[in-house]
């Protein structure tokens, strides 16, 4: 099955306990991309990779770290995690992304808490 | 830069009414694409359409219909005889062609009472 997977699912842990959530895609896509969702703020793309080991920043890159050493695998890093942290986290993939017209599909979330 | 407005946060309809859901968008890309998803109460996103900045050809899928209008810049979804199963958020969103860039809405909340 044609799926986007993000682990863990669920997480609860303290500032500055540095904490990494996995992203894989078994699609063969080219682009992969996080995201946070908040209330009254939508989706805010926080990084995004183009391809193996191309990556550029979003809107709200700050606190956080990506790397795309594989094709399926685009894990987002959170070295220092703060409470404004805490969010719902979105990994997404598409085709390519060279032209922007392919939808992006979707993992599960993550949803994050810090304390 | 690029911004995407979706103006109604919550809109609630009584089952069977028709409801059109506003997205306004800003670009100065002259293509770009454009993208509607559902949120339902479940979590997960779902794609509905894609729209690139060329056609502005309306679509309509079922109960979903999109108009596109690029004099006001709008990308705009309705749905007709709407059942509870459309409650969920739905997310407008705006991608460049000439980078990665995503930028999505603030949602509009959409209830459906029976």
Known sequence: ?115 | AQKVTQAQTEISVVEKEDVTLDCVYETRDTTYYLFWYKQPPSGELVFLIRRNSFDEQNEISGRYSWNFQKSTSSFNFTITASQVVDSAVYFCALSSSYSGVMRFGAGTRLTVKP
């Open chain 1, 1 to 115: 099955e044609a799926q986007v997977t993000q682990n863990p699912r669920y997480l609860i842990t303290v500032t500055g306990k540095k904490l990494t959530v996995t992203c894989s895609q078994n699609m063969n896509h080219e682009y992969m991309s996080w995201y946070r969702q908040d209330p009254g703020l939508g989706l805010r793309q926080i990084y995004y990779s183009m391809n193996v080991e191309v990556t550029d920043k979003g809107d709200v890159p700050e606190g956080y770290k990506v790397s795309r050493k594989e094709k399926r695998n685009f894990p987002l890093i959170l070295e220092s995690p703060s409470p404004n942290q805490t969010s719902l986290y979105f990994c997404a993939s598409s085709l390519i992304s060279r032209y922007g017209d392919d939808e992006q599909f979707f993992g599960p979330g993550t949803r994050l808490t810090v304390l």
